[in-house]
């Protein structure tokens, strides 16, 4: 069908073969979407290189989001290739360690708060407000990732769920702005996937089985579910949906007692 045939489409958040980032890449490398993809540091550089490849792209940047100086330069970086920017992926989400393993007002640091709402909330608005010359008058879409963690309380998710709430927020007051202009806002609340950042909560494992056993659809979703979900949004058949958290969990969100033991 290659319905994101001419989108040119900015990914940010691979970090491996495993990531949601990667599942989203595919999907819309299977579309007919062309891709440029960021990296954090040379460490993570050469898996990115990796992905691109496959998606037939050479275009990769470095970007701390942390710095903006570096999201500016990205995209004058990206000015150099393309003529303009139809959709932007950003995947990044971080807290220390310690902020997600024991309970929460235990673990909680002013330094680690900070750091997590930085990095998996504020870097969404600093990297959409530099992509806006790019993105001028093609009626493009934003996409980021939440999680179920953003709404309820989650054992050792701690403040990552707040800074998931604060990116969810954050999602609708873009869409306000940015909307008026033609560029749509939205974001995907996945269920847990096995991937290199959710290794970082502790007992992450348990969490995945305890998902599948009630979730309705009684399974985990793939990054593929995920990355299918994205490209539908970054695409010309979502054009009427701006502002919205789309739930690609199997359905767990709905439920309020799984299911009970037999």
Known sequence: MAFLRGKKILILGVASKLSIATGIARAMHREGAELAFTYQNERLGKRVEDIAGECGSDLLFPCDVTNDGEIGQLFQDLANSWDGLDGLVHCLAYAPAGELDGDYVDVTTREG????????????????????????????????????????????????????????????????????????????????????????VKSFRKMLDYNARNTPLRRNVT?????????????DLATGICGEVLYVDGGFNTTAMGSLPQ
């Open 223 to 235: 990054t593929d579910e995920i990355g299918n979900a994205a490209a539908f949004l970054c695409s």
């Open 113 to 200: 708060f900070l750091t997590a709402h930085e990095i998996s909330s504020y870097s969404f608005v600093a990297l959409a407000r530099a992509a806006k010359p790019l993105m001028e008058g093609r009626n493009g879409s934003l996409l980021t990732l939440s999680y179920l963690g953003a709404m309820r309380s989650l054992p050792n998710y701690n403040v990552m769920g707040l800074a998931k709430a604060s990116l969810e927020a954050n999602v609708r007051y873009m869409a306000s702005s940015l909307g008026p202009e033609g560029t749509r806002v939205n974001a995907i609340s996945a269920g847990p996937v096995r991937t290199l950042a959710a290794s970082g």
